[in-house]
């Protein structure tokens, strides 16, 4: 209905913010970039456009234009709260850590009581090799937002930074029981458990998170790295062929099978999923990922001429 809107009122920038919408709804984000982008173009004075075209921005890991669409967001509108936490984490992201300090405290003189920025606060300090100050803040957190189950995640976090493994775990066991259906929650686990080499805790959390969301791309993936790092191939193998199953057109999903193959010497299927995971990689115009893919085929045919 949108579409045949815009047939009929190409000038329309809401139109075009209802087709990002849409399509934002469905992960669709690159879809969702060029709506929004065409509504800004409209209306370049409305925040809450900059905002959702950040937001787009932001899903498909494209930080500099996520941050440049936040600060617009901010300018036009200075207490529009959202953008500063948006603004702030992806700022972190790129590791410029003391404008997405600012940006955290922004938030908090519009929102003094906001549990998010606290949260994220205590993040950003946990990425800075904080873990004291970061319980701190994530303390006060769940003091403002006690059923919030991602806090004690990151509470858990902390711990384990500071090797305390009890109270990093006792702290998942409080995040899964206050949000015991969501999958993101326990995927967040597992990457946090698999990055301090628990990798058994890691991969039941993520098999939890593929349970509870078959189509969590993510914990797919991440089940079949477990078993890479491990260098147990067959089940890498079989964890990513589920993962191609809800992301047949993921060139990462083709990269990781072709490497879960090699490590099998089954190096014409390999070969095979390398030159899908190039194409793939092509259409996006990713000429890294591109020579990447490249590399690891000459590999190949060097170790095995036939």
Do not use: C
């Amino acid at each position: 209905m949108y579409q045949q809107a815009a047939q009929l009122d190409a000038d329309n920038p809401r139109i075009f913010s209802g087709i990002g919408f849409l399509q934002a709804s469905q992960g669709n984000y690159r879809e969702a970039v060029t709506a929004y982008q065409r509504a800004v173009a409209l209306d370049p004075k409305n925040a809450d456009f900059y905002y959702a075209l950040g937001y787009s921005w932001a899903n498909l890991g494209n930080n500099s234009e996520a941050i440049a669409a936040y600060l617009k967001t901010t300018q036009l509108n200075p207490r529009h709260l959202n953008a500063f936490l948006g603004l702030g984490a992806m700022l972190a992201r790129d590791g410029q850590y003391s404008s997405a300090l600012k940006a955290y405290r922004q938030a908090l003189v519009l929102d003094p009581r906001n549990a998010r920025a606290y949260e994220l606060m205590g993040v950003l300090q946990i990425q800075q090799d904080n873990p004291t100050e970061a319980l701190k803040l994530l303390q006060r957190a769940a003091q403002l937002s006690p059923r919030q189950g991602s806090i004690f995640v990151n509470q858990g976090a902390a711990w384990l930074a500071l090797g305390d493994l009890a109270k990093g775990l006792e702290a998942f066991k409080r995040a899964a029981l206050l949000e015991p259906r969501n999958a993101d929650l326990q995927l967040q686990i597992g990457k946090i458990l698999r990055a301090k080499g628990r990798s058994d805790e890691a991969l039941k959390a993520f098999e939890r998170a593929a349970s509870l969301n078959p189509r969590l791309i993510d914990a797919q993936a991440a089940i079949g790295d477990v078993y890479m790092d491990r260098q147990d191939y067959l089940l890498a193998v079989i964890a990513y062929r589920q993962y191609l199953a809800v992301a047949p057109n993921d060139p990462e999903a083709y990269l990781k099978m072709g490497k879960a193959l090699q490590g099998r010497s089954r190096n014409t299927e390999a070969i095979v999923a390398f030159e899908q995971a190039k194409k793939l990689y092509q259409q996006q115009g990713n000429t890294q990922k591109v020579q990447e893919v490249d590399a690891l085929i000459l590999q190949i045919r060097k170790a095995d001429p036939k």
